[in-house]
């Protein structure tokens, strides 16, 4: 069985048995690798798949809880998101605020590089899914964007 094959299987009978972290380790003739996981399930929205982007449902049964409708802009990647350029600066976008395709919306660093989100459609910002500076998964919805 390959590596990549042994992964997979891994993470198919974790997600059955709710298990969320993993160390992996191997032995190559170079060298050994180790990789720590750590898998997060995110509950703040329902996401159904759309392209590019995500369509947030507007079905809610819970009183309680804000309804957001509009279009997910979700992580490209694993990282750690941020919402402004620097501490202490004024956030990129705050609910409320117009956005044009480009816009940059937020940082995910990723092994020492900061990578600009950039809004992928024109709208208005309905709600920001992420707090600052938070551990971000790929593929994770961050901002809402009618």
């Known amino acids: 069985m390959s590596f990549r ?3 997979e299987s891994m993470s198919k009978i974790m997600d059955d048995m709710g298990i969320t972290e993993l160390n992996l380790e191997r032995q190559f003739l170079f060298g050994v690798y180790r990789k720590h996981i750590h898998l997060s399930k ?3 929205v329902t996401v159904a798949p759309a392209g590019g982007n995500a ?3 507007c079905e809610n049964n819970n009183k309680n809880t804000k309804n957001t409708c509009g279009c997910a802009l979700k992580s490209p990647m ?3 998101v941020y919402l402004a350029p620097e501490p202490g600066a004024e956030p990129f976008v705050t609910i409320g605020k117009p956005v044009q395709v480009g816009d940059t919306v937020a940082l995910v660093e990723a092994m020492k590089t900061f ?3 950039k809004a992928d459609k024109t709208g208005i910002v309905k709600d920001i899914l992420v707090t600052d500076g938070a551990a971000v998964e790929f593929d994770q919805p961050l901002i809402v964007i009618e």
Do not use: D, R
Request: aromatic share 0%; net charge neutral; hydrophobic share 40%.
């Open 5 to 7: 094959a042994t992964v």
């Open 78 to 80: 694993v990282g750690v």
């Open 115 to 117: 990578n600009p989100i």
């Open 55 to 57: 369509e947030i449902k």
């Open 42 to 44: 995110q509950q703040t």
